[in-house]
Nanobody
Framework: QMQLVESGGGLVQAGGSLRLSCAAS????????MAWFRQAPGKEREFVGG????????KYRDSVKGRFTISRDSAKNTASLQMNSLKPEDTAVYYC?????????????????WGVGTLVTVSS
């Protein structure tokens, strides 16, 4: 069973940047699609971005396109989310998730493993 641990969350001013990291256990990490979701208080968990097992396909929700970039490093068993030009509406708990099917999945129900999340707070 895969273990996912997020790090890099914190408090940042609007317009600033943060880089989230997800450390994964398991030697089959290379075969998993990875994704980031987020959930703000009182709201449903929503897809942020995902990357296929091969790294050649990425997807993002419209509101973060051009600002966020997802990447992976199979040699280090990590996935990252670079967040630039942050806005107050980006404030949420960000979760790393993995899909053993290998394809990018944009729904929480399609993910097989989850980290416990890391809080990102963007002040105005």
């Amino acid at each position: 069973q895969m273990q996912l641990v997020e790090s890099g969350g914190g408090l940042v001013q609007a317009g600033g940047s943060l880089r989230l990291s997800c450390a994964a256990s398991g030697r089959t990490f290379r075969l998993y699609a990875m994704a980031w979701f987020r959930q703000a208080p009182g709201k449903e968990r929503e897809f942020v971005g995902g990357i296929s097992w091969s790294g050649d396909i990425t997807k993002y929700r419209d509101s973060v396109k051009g600002r966020f970039t997802i990447s992976r490093d199979s040699a280090k068993n990590t996935a990252s989310l670079q967040m630039n030009s942050l806005k107050p509406e980006d404030t949420a708990v960000y979760y790393c998730a993995a899909n053993r099917g290998g394809a990018v999945v944009a729904t929480p129900g399609g993910m097989d493993y989850w980290g416990v999340g890391t809080l990102v707070t963007v002040s105005s």
